[in-house]
């Protein structure tokens, strides 16, 4: 057993109260806790900087990798209302959101949330291998054109381009500019490249966004927009075990 004097101010105490009961009023019982839970939390995430951003990260539902994968199978080929995508840049300013680098970052931490990994070019070649914190002038913060490269697994890395692609085409446009336009995607099985252009009217953005990334976009909010007239066309014209069979064809198989 070591002994070593500490120094505590009340403030100190206030905040492990509740632990010090816990034990009944031993405080190095209370403090060993303490230790033992700060290692547990330093070797799970790396560092105290990496547990202090978990508050950030973790604001809504967290669910386990399994339901993530099924949600973004489901939601395949849709893209984000914009309402959605204001809400993942709402950390930035407001007058920073026109500001390249700011858009840039929520992507970065998307990537890091997902383990996709990510390269970012400029037009003038600059590289942003780290892009939060990262200034090089303002041309690199509004460069006419962007190339960026995402890999990773096929669901999590067509998300985050989807996603990016929703904020680049809108930061811009808050400003009264226009906004990010897509020029070309290029898919793959384990990576997505994307090359951006500044200078589209909303209308442009939006369609080169279905065209890429939301196939399924334009039926799906038909469908959303009119449930009642579609639920009945749906339920008209088909039996309900139709229905079933095509939503749930391994439970409808067994009951054959």
């Given amino acids: 057993m070591i002994r070593k004097n500490i120094s505590l101010k009340k403030d100190d105490l206030k905040k492990i109260e509740s632990i010090v009961d816990k034990h009944e009023g031993n405080l190095s019982a209370a403090i060993r806790e303490v230790i033992n839970f700060a290692d547990y939390a330093i070797n799970k995430f790396g560092d105290l900087e990496s547990i202090k951003k978990i508050d950030g990260s973790t604001k809504g539902v967290v669910f386990p990798k399994g339901i993530l994968i099924w949600l973004l199978t489901q939601t395949e080929g849709c893209l984000p209302d914009f309402e959605t995508i204001d809400s993942i ?7 920073k959101r026109r500001d390249i680098s700011c858009n840039l970052s929520c992507m970065v931490g998307l990537c890091e949330k997902l383990s996709v990994e990510y390269e970012i070019r400029f037009d003038n070649k600059a590289k942003y291998d780290k892009v939060q914190g990262h200034d090089n002038g ?6 006419h054109g962007i190339e960026i490269d995402l890999h990773g697994e096929r669901l999590q890395t067509e998300f985050i381009a989807k996603v990016i692609s929703c904020i680049l085409g809108t930061s811009c446009i808050l400003g009264g ?8 995607v290029s898919k793959h099985a384990s990576f997505i490249s994307m090359r951006f252009d500044q200078g589209g009217s909303y209308e442009d953005i939006r369609e080169k966004l279905i065209k890429y990334f939301g196939n399924r976009h334009v039926m799906t909010h038909e469908i959303f927009d009119k449930p009642v007239f579609w639920n009945n066309v749906i339920t008209s014209t088909m039996e309900w075990s139709d ?6 064809p391994k439970i409808y198989d067994q009951k054959r």
């Fill in 177 to 184: 500019k226009g906004g990010y336009i897509l020029s070309n």
């Fill in 89 to 95: 840049t709402e950390q930035c300013e407001i007058e």
């Fill in 138 to 143: 303002q041309k690199d913060k509004n460069p």
């Fill in 243 to 248: 229905i079933q069979k095509h939503k749930f």
